[in-house]
C-alpha cells in the first residue's frame, strides 16, 4: 500500500493539472482520508481548504468547456446531445460559474440540443 501522504500529494498534483473533471470532489474527500490516516493536515502536503475549493471548482470548468467542444463538433442523436448539456450545466453550477463564463449561453445550448 503506497505511503498515505505520498498518495495525497500524487492526487493534489492531478488536480492541480485538471485533470481529475468531475470526479474532484471525491478526490478532495480521499486526500483527506489519507491525511486523516496519518494525522497530518493540509498543509503538510501544500494545500488549504481554499486551494482545494478552488481546484474543485477549476475541474468542473475544465470538464464543462471539453463537453461544450464535443458538443458544439458531436454528430450524435439528440438524447446524447441533450446528455452532455445536462452536464455543462451541472458542472457550470458545481463551479459556481455561469454559462457565460465557460463560453457559452441557454441559447446556444437549446441551438446544440436542436441541430
Known amino acids: 500500500m503506497p505511503n498515505p501522504i505520498a ?3 500524487r492526487l493534489l498534483a492531478e488536480l492541480r493539472m485538471g ?3 468531475i470526479h474532484a ?5 480521499r486526500i483527506k482520508q ?3 490516516q496519518v494525522g497530518a493536515k493540509l498543509e503538510m502536503i501544500g494545500a488549504s481548504e481554499s486551494e482545494l475549493k478552488r ?3 477549476l475541474n468542473f470548468v475544465v ?3 471539453q463537453q461544450l ?4 463538433r458531436d454528430t450524435h442523436g439528440r438524447t446524447a446531445r441533450k446528455s452532455i448539456v ?3 450545466k451541472g458542472d457550470a453550477r458545481n463551479a459556481g460559474v455561469s454559462l457565460s463564463d465557460i463560453g457559452t449561453s441557454e441559447d446556444e445550448l437549446r441551438d446544440l440540443v436542436m441541430r
Open 63 to 65: 470538464d464543462a468547456e
Open 86 to 88: 445536462v452536464r455543462i
Open 7 to 9: 498518495e495525497a500529494k
Open 69 to 72: 467542444a464535443l458538443l458544439r
Open 19 to 21: 485533470t481529475i473533471l
Open 25 to 29: 470532489p471525491q478526490v478532495v474527500e
Open 34 to 36: 489519507l491525511l486523516n
Open 55 to 57: 481546484l474543485t471548482a
